[in-house]
């Protein structure tokens, strides 16, 4: 195994594909484990063909959630291949997946099985809308999105229902799954036995909701659009300037009196209306029309400026590429490079103040590692892979 990473020494099997699985094996991957990435012979992941955009080696949406993984086409319907995939299985640490319930059974692949393979196994299931009655159901982050309930608070007052504009979902229960690893093999450090993670893209958004479902759950009333206002806090929202919207969030009755202070609003922390946030919630129409008057003197910009020097916390709403170089400008080196023939990829959002990075490395080509892992797994003797492979130089295998 790799020696670099805090998850050095941890085999992983990834069996899954699109976004909340390969998100999961990918941050793996960036920890220092070695992600082996199973996937069909010909076809490959389904994201692999999802595009525009496309790189010069694969489409955009593939390759920023598979960096660092070793990819093996194997057809889990040929006797061959399959005995391939059962001794990965039999030599991993985790296995990770997210195919319709039934389907790995058939293969000799599910839960139970692999488990009595591999006790140590911690085995790791995705779905759209859990084990039981949603079992058959697809799981599509748009689609659970909107019978998650997150549309219904998404998007202008007077519009439609909107979904937001990435697969939010799929990310966050890529997230609740890797934590759900980390947990078991603390457990397994304990215990020596591995165990079934399982977690769905529903349950996800619920727990995600937040403050959201615990206003319904509290008062019986279901939350509505309200575009890019808070139902709890005023203003916390975005405020028209001279040239476009600047976003503001203000908590606290001080940072109420520091923001209308440098707005030139002088007493207006002191009229009854806006004294307190529940007072600012009540009349927000009025507050956001003085609000407004005062901001449309300057550009956003200028706005951020002085006002993040008071101590408000505020930003102009930027698009992506503004996103990455205010970032760059924080000194968050939010970019990384993955090698020839790829673009940048965003930067692992962990760093650690004891522990060596894991270098990155390109996401695969389709059966790219193919030759080696299928010589590996066939060995008698399971020794770990050689460093030169994991560490990954293209062409190297």
Request: net charge negative.
């Amino acid at each position: 195994m790799t020696d670099r990473g805090p998850l050095s020494g941890l085999l992983v099997a990834d069996f899954s594909r699109v976004l909340a699985g390969p998100l999961a094996t990918m941050m793996m991957a960036d920890l220092g484990a070695t992600v082996i990435k199973v996937e069909r012979p010909g076809e490959g992941d389904d994201t692999r063909r999802w595009g525009p955009p496309w790189t010069p080696r694969s489409s955009s949406y593939f390759e920023g959630v598979n960096r660092g993984k070793r990819s093996i086409a194997l057809d889990l319907t040929d006797p061959a291949d399959r005995e391939i995939a059962t001794e990965l299985v039999r030599r991993a640490d985790v296995l990770v997946e997210n195919f319709r319930p039934g389907v790995l059974a058939r293969y000799g692949l599910d839960h139970e099985q692999a488990g009595a393979l591999n006790p140590r196994l911690i085995y790791t299931s995705i779905s759209g809308f859990g084990s039981s009655a949603g079992a058959e159901l697809p799981g599509y982050d748009f689609v659970v999105q909107a019978a998650g309930g997150l549309m219904s608070i998404t998007g202008a007052a007077d519009g439609d229902p909107m979904k937001v504009g990435v697969a939010l979902i799929d990310v966050i229960t890529g997230k609740d799954a890797l934590i759900g690893i980390l947990t078991a093999l603390r457990h397994r450090d304990r215990t020596g036995r591995g165990q079934h993670v399982e977690v769905n893209l529903l349950t996800s958004l619920l727990g995600g909701l937040a403050n959201q479902v615990s206003g319904y759950l509290t008062t019986g009333e279901a939350p509505v659009r309200m575009g890019n206002r808070h139902p709890s806090i005023a203003p916390y929202e975005t405020l028209r300037c001279e040239d476009g919207l600047l976003a503001v969030a203000v908590g606290t009755d001080a940072q109420f009196r520091r923001f209308s202070y440098e707005l030139g609003l002088h007493g207006i922390a002191d009229d009854p209306r806006f004294a307190d946030n529940a007072a600012r919630v009540e009349h927000r129409a009025e507050l956001v029309e003085r609000l407004e008057g005062a901001l449309s003197a300057r550009t956003a910009g200028d706005w951020q400026r002085r006002l993040t020097a008071a101590g408000i916390a505020c930003s102009r709403v930027n698009d992506i590429p503004a996103a990455i170089d205010y970032a760059a400008e924080l000194g968050l080196s939010p970019l990384l490079h993955v090698g020839d023939d790829h673009p940048p990829q965003v930067r692992p959002p962990i760093t650690f103040s004891d522990t060596a990075a894991t270098a990155p490395t390109p996401p695969p080509d389709l059966d790219e590692h193919g030759d080696a892992l299928r010589a590996w797994l066939r060995s008698t003797d399971p020794v770990p892979l050689p460093n030169g492979f994991l560490n990954h130089d293209r062409g190297a295998s």
